[in-house]
């Protein structure tokens, strides 16, 4: 339900219990703003509830974005997400 509510409000999260490979700062988060959501790390340390929690929550997110974004918006978002890590790591 946590995650309907957040759709709503248009402030929809994908919790991920790994930390960023390549975090490039205020770029990457303003590309994630643009597909409508914010990334929420949680500890790697979770147990088996709240990782079904977790699971619930990213699923429902994630129709939440295909709805907003279409359903291949991932691969244009990941396109995207490379060229900026890829930029961040030249300058």
């Known amino acids: 339900m946590t995650a309907k509510i957040d759709g709503w409000r248009n402030s929809a999260r994908i919790v991920t219990t790994e930390p960023p490979l390549h975090p490039c700062g205020v770029p990457c988060i303003g590309l994630k703003e643009e597909y409508g959501f914010h990334e929420h790390y949680t500890s790697c340390s979770q147990t088996g509830p709240t990782i079904r929690g977790i699971q619930a929550y990213n699923a429902e997110i994630e ?29």
């Not at 995207?80 to 961040?88: F, G, S």
């Open 63 to 91: 129709k939440y974005l295909n709805k907003r974004n279409g359903k291949n918006w991932r691969e244009k978002y990941q396109s995207e997400m490379d060229l900026l890590i890829k930029n961040n790591r030249l300058e």
